[in-house]
């Protein structure tokens, strides 16, 4: 029995713009909520970005920060921060990445905190609620999450290198768009969704989720049916139950979930 729908967004909910199709996804909510049927984002990005690129559709949860930031309406579910010695030492092995690092940003509850040297290649579309500092290392905040973006593709050596680097205290993945999330050990999807199921008293095989990306890797491992996108990773078709007929460019979540429930919603 499905009791909650999770999924990711960029290029999996979302088309490459960023949109959806909102009144077919709102029609959707509807009947889902009507047979008791949660709908969960679970996403890298910051909780306040999260609620405002669905803000006209009500969803029920968000899976913020890979995991690490769970809210359901306005209560706080669960939080999960890096160690501030461990943030600095991130920081500081940046080093070694020379010419390849191309900026790097420290998610916190109060704010996403941005060096000064980095405003020019801030993506303002996903951080609304940034403070310029110039020592982010003297931020005083609970810090979910370090964002690390390069300027090459060797995401998978610079992630093994942070896995074992700081194998004690961080999980380091990568998040798409040239860019690596760095949380706390332990953390990650699946256990996010984890959190949000024993909130809501249900069992992870009573959950669908969708995902194209190796941050959504876990969760599609372990829900109880799992979609990756037909335009998902390679590596990502392998960890999940099925591909969708669809990629997020043709609406290929909420075609499935008319699918799993013999709608059509067109």
Do not use: C
């Not at 009144?23 to 709908?39: A, T």
């Not at 256990?191 to 890797?217: E, M, R, W």
């Not at 049916?225 to 390679?234: D, I």
């Amino acid at each position: 029995m499905i009791k909650l729908i999770a999924t990711d967004i960029d290029g999996t909910f979302f088309d490459d713009e960023h949109q959806y199709n909102h009144e077919r996804f709102n029609k959707q909510l509807e009947m889902l909520h009507e047979k008791g049927v949660k709908f969960a984002i679970a996403s890298g990005n910051y909780l306040g970005h999260l609620q405002r690129v669905v803000q006209y559709s009500p969803v029920d949860a968000f899976v913020s920060e890979n995991g690490a930031h769970i809210m359901v309406g306005d209560k706080e579910v669960f939080a999960a921060y890096l160690k501030p010695d461990v943030v600095n030492e991130i920081i500081d092995s940046l080093d070694y990445l020379g010419d390849n690092l191309k900026s790097y940003i420290v998610s916190g509850e109060k704010a996403t905190y941005v060096d000064k040297q980095y405003e020019s290649v801030l993506n303002k579309y996903y951080i609304h609620n940034y403070k310029l500092v110039d020592d982010v290392k003297a931020v005083q905040d609970d810090i979910f999450k370090v964002n690390i973006s390069l300027n090459n593709d060797k995401l998978s050596e610079v992630e093994q290198y942070l896995n074992k680097r700081f194998s004690d205290d961080i999980h380091a993945t990568a998040s798409g768009f040239g860019s690596i999330d760095v949380i706390s050990k332990g953390i990650n999807k699946s256990f996010g969704l984890q959190q949000l199921t024993k909130y809501y008293s249900i069992d992870l095989k009573d959950v669908v989720a969708f995902g194209d990306n190796s941050n959504d890797d876990e969760m599609l491992q372990e829900s109880g049916l799992s979609f990756a996108m037909k335009n998902a990773k390679e590596s990502t078709k392998e960890a999940a139950d099925k591909i969708t007929e669809f990629d997020n460019n043709h609406e290929g979540v909420l075609n499935q979930i008319d699918e799993l429930f013999g709608w059509d919603t067109k």
